[in-house]
């Protein structure tokens, strides 16, 4: 089985709640090598808090508003000035 990218996985959540926890599956090293910093015994429900905040995030990003590159490019260009 080939291997998804983020915005393919994010796109597909919606209606796939596979799609969601391969995203968590993702993400999974990076928070547990993050709650190190954290006391070990609020390491457990920290993990939980990023865990909804991941699902909460995923679910209400809106990928149809993800500008392309060169409307990025405007966008930057604009400030800048």
Do not use: H
Not at 20 to 35: G, H, N, R, T, Y
Not at 42 to 71: C, H, T, W
Request: glycine share 2%.
């Amino acid at each position: 089985m080939e291997e998804k990218s983020l915005y393919q996985l994010t796109t597909e959540s919606r209606s796939n709640p596979s799609a969601l926890i391969a995203i968590l599956d993702a993400f999974e090293p990076k928070v547990k090598k993050s709650l190190y910093q954290t006391e070990e015994k609020n390491r457990e429900d920290m993990y939980q808090d990023l865990q909804l905040k991941m699902v909460e995030a995923v679910s209400r990003y809106d990928i149809s508003a993800v500008p392309g590159f060169f409307d990025f490019q405007v966008q930057v260009e604009s400030n800048i000035v």
